[in-house]
């Protein structure tokens, strides 16, 4: 590991990063380095980027870079060869900065599309099943300017800590966007490429032949019954789990936040079953159990209207209503 000077910043963030860590990349004599892949999500204040290739005897060789604002400039740890990624993050996650720049507010979703549906409509007997996860297609326009393509986010956005460092990734999952009169919307999904013009639709975005409809919002939303994970007959059957939420903003929970937690390896797990109070705001549900115990994730109505609450995500695992 090596601790680079202090340097004054070009632009944002990423971009100072980013051409820091191709002198880095070009200094090292790697041949035929696979393009670098960054990484805002790095331990505490830091971003990361990395990549690899040959050196001389031909043997494989990977180079890192973690950057961090700190008193107005950029500091770099450059990681030559095998990096201890839990080591470090143990380290990293607990650095301060020297004057770290201002809490900002979260940036504001101005607008929100998706398109896609990869779940399995299957009917049997006349009935409709959702089966397994399903994973929107989704544009956010931030106030920041930044074009959010995330798929979801675990904690939910309104808890994500990740979002205050996309601001100039632009690496095809976090772009940019402005206005282009009242009828385009020009998005920058990935750095050098050209940018992409999306027209307006009658409150739709139309790229070509594909149209991204908009997202209802579920800001101040309350429930009303049970919901669960329904598979078709003969298929096989996930555990009898279900959740109810009520009008007061009360719910409880019999075990299918459990579930739906399993792909989310990287913070605690909600307790197995328990009941408590929930809020909804910026596509993220907040449920507070009767013991203390906290928990949100991405949440949204699979249909085009708030009021039809047949079927919801819950990160992207569906739950329908019994």
Request: hydrophobic content about 35%.
């Amino acid at each position: 590991m090596y601790v680079l000077p202090s340097q004054p910043l070009q632009g944002t963030l990423w971009k100072t990063h980013r051409a820091i860590f191709q002198e880095a990349l070009k200094s090292s004599q790697l041949k035929d380095p696979v393009p670098p892949i960054h990484d805002p999500d790095g331990p505490g204040p830091f971003i990361r980027s990395s990549s690899a290739g040959h050196d001389a005897a031909g043997g494989v060789r990977s180079i890192s870079m973690y950057s961090a604002l700190s008193d107005g400039k950029i500091e770099c740890i450059l990681v030559h060869n095998q990096e201890d990624r839990d080591g470090i993050a143990a380290i990293l996650g607990r650095t301060t900065v020297k004057s770290p720049p201002a809490k900002a507010d979260r940036p504001k979703i101005l607008e929100a599309y998706r398109r896609g549906n990869q779940a399995q409509y299957i009917n049997t007997n006349g009935g409709a099943f959702l089966q397994g996860s399903l994973k929107y297609e989704r544009i956010w326009l931030r106030s920041d300017g930044v074009a959010d393509f995330s798929t979801y986010y675990p904690e939910g956005y309104a808890a994500a800590p990740v979002v205050f460092k996309h601001a100039g990734l632009e690496d095809g999952r976090v772009g940019s966007w402005k206005a282009r009169g009242q009828s385009q919307i020009e998005i920058v999904r990935t750095e050098g490429v050209p940018a992409e013009v999306y027209e307006r639709d009658d409150g739709k975005l139309r790229l070509g032949g594909s149209l991204w409809q908009p997202m209802p919002a579920v800001d101040g939303m309350r429930l009303e019954g049970r919901w669960t994970v329904k598979t078709p007959p003969g298929e096989a059957q996930p555990p009898k789990t279900w959740i109810g939420f009520k009008k007061d903003g009360r719910f409880e929970d019999d075990g299918i936040l459990d579930y739906v937690s399993l792909s989310d390896l990287k913070r605690g797990k909600p307790p197995k079953k328990g009941a408590g109070a929930y809020e909804l705001r910026d596509w993220t549900i907040f449920l507070k159990y009767d013991d203390g115990t906290s928990w949100s994730t991405d949440f949204s109505t699979i249909g085009s209207d708030i009021k039809d609450d047949s079927a919801i995500l819950f990160g992207v695992f569906v739950i329908q209503k019994e």
